[in-house]
């Protein structure tokens, strides 16, 4: 695929014939964590993105450049491209990492109206399941 004209298309035209029989309400694309030609693809093919995100430190980085990155793709490949929201994954309330990468995330979505949810990490012996969830609209 590396050498392929127009290779970022690649996966758009292969879901056209899928998606034009209107057999399917939702198709998920799962990608690597990482913004390589697989990730660059999907996000060219998808009408929204939902981002997955756990709460650590370098993740906030790497939210920083998925954002340029889809910023790019809506201006040269893909208008339609939508952020769907974004889902913190392994959140452990308990612990301060997780609650400062949450404030930070929530700064930085202030103007982007951005749905955010979690996915909490599973409870430790003896403590209890909390849920949360976050939106900013």
Do not use: W
């Amino acid at each position: 695929m590396v050498s392929a004209e127009k290779r970022e298309l690649c996966l758009a035209r292969s879901l056209i014939d899928i998606l034009s029989k209107n057999q399917y309400d939702f198709v998920f694309i799962d990608t690597p964590p990482s913004l390589g030609l697989l990730t660059l693809n999907a996000l060219t093919a998808a009408n929204s993105v939902l981002i997955p995100m756990q709460c650590e430190y370098y993740a906030l980085e790497g939210l920083a450049q998925l954002y340029k990155t889809i910023s790019l793709i809506k201006q040269n490949l893909n208008r339609n491209l939508q952020i769907e929201g974004l889902v913190f994954s392994m959140v452990d309330q308990r612990a301060n990492l997780t609650l400062q990468v949450i404030d930070e995330v929530k700064k930085f979505m202030k103007d982007k109206s951005t749905r955010l949810s979690s996915a909490q990490h599973p409870p430790g012996r003896g403590s209890k399941p909390r849920k949360a969830h976050f939106e900013l609209r």
